[in-house]
């Protein structure tokens, strides 16, 4: 198998000397998505985070493209082709939409930063007609698709996305979801925290429960799906109906 795009290996991270993300392994492969979910506060942004440079990290190892990315450092991991969307704060609202997307290119500029912001556009036909309005002036979901289209700009390989939904109507919450695999199948590899956790893994290849700041459960997006202790506990749904025999085995 061909060298993985991002490798998170035992890692245990946190702010100052507090570890929050302990032992933690992700793996993501060319053009996949894998998608983290887990309970507020479980460490899921943390773990964004520590792979974006923003945090300390005591063990184990980040490897993009196979090459340690512990002590890159933010400023040189856009160059290198890595671009985040945080959880907030991601639009500065009071500069115009294409301000805000020429932003995304300060770091990494295009080569031809026209043409790319055109081919962006395409994917956000909800911005092309505002790009001289305010970004505080946007709906919730445009302002979230501003943030995607900014870290667009840079033209990463790999995108780190924490809570792309958050806050949206269901009507947003599909064209969000929709949009990301758009960009998947446009060569991106993506790694993206998400709170409406039974929609994020339809669309993940694999998929993380956080749980503490440990692994609890990964496996395919379909298989998480499929597991009744993952739906019973943090998928919010129905856990498969189970026979009998098996309840009463049950604490
Ligand atoms: N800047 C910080 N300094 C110190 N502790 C922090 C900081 N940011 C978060 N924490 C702590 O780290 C833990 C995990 O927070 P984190 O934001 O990673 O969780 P999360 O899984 O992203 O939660 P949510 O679903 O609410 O976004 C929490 O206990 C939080 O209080
Ligand atoms: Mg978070």
């Known amino acids: 198998m061909n ?22 392994n992700v793996t993501l492969q060319e053009r ?13 942004s943390t773990l964004l985070k520590a792979v974006f440079g923003l945090n300390n990290c005591f063990s184990g190892d980040i490897l993009y ?3 340690s990315i512990l002590k890159t450092g933010t400023a040189n991991l856009v160059p290198m082709g890595i ?16 301000e805000n997307l020429e932003i995304g290119t300060y770091a990494r500029a295009p080569k031809n930063k026209a043409h790319t912001m055109a081919r962006i556009l395409s994917l956000f036909p909800d911005l092309k007609d505002k790009l001289k ?12 698709m501003l943030a995607i289209a900014r870290a667009l700009m840079s033209e990463p390989q790999l995108l780190l996305l924490d809570e792309p939904t958050a806050g949206l109507s269901p009507a947003f919450l599909e064209i969000i979801f929709d949009l990301i ?3 998947r199948s446009t060569g991106l590899s993506i790694l993206m ?20 700041g440990e692994n609890a459960y ?7 799906l499929a597991n009744d202790e993952v739906r019973r506990s943090f998928l919010g749904g129905q856990a498969r109906l189970k026979s009998k025999q098996s309840d009463s085995d049950s604490p």
């Open 218 to 224: 990964t496996g395919s997006g379909t298989e998480l």
């Open 65 to 67: 493209r196979g090459s």
């Open 32 to 44: 996949e998505i894998a998608v983290i979910v887990g309970p507020n506060g479980a460490g899921k």
């Open 133 to 144: 309005q305010d970004a505080g002036e946007l709906s919730g979901g445009q302002r979230q």
């Open 83 to 98: 671009s985040a969307v945080p959880q907030s704060g991601n639009v500065f609202p009071s500069l115009s939409v294409t």
């Open 3 to 24: 060298t993985p795009v991002l490798v998170i290996e035992n890692l245990t991270a946190g702010y100052g000397t507090t570890a929050i993300v302990h032992d933690v």
């Open 193 to 212: 925290v998400e709170q409406n956790a039974r929609q994020a893994l339809r669309i993940a290849d694999t998929g993380y429960v956080l749980v503490n």
């Open 181 to 183: 695999l758009e960009i």
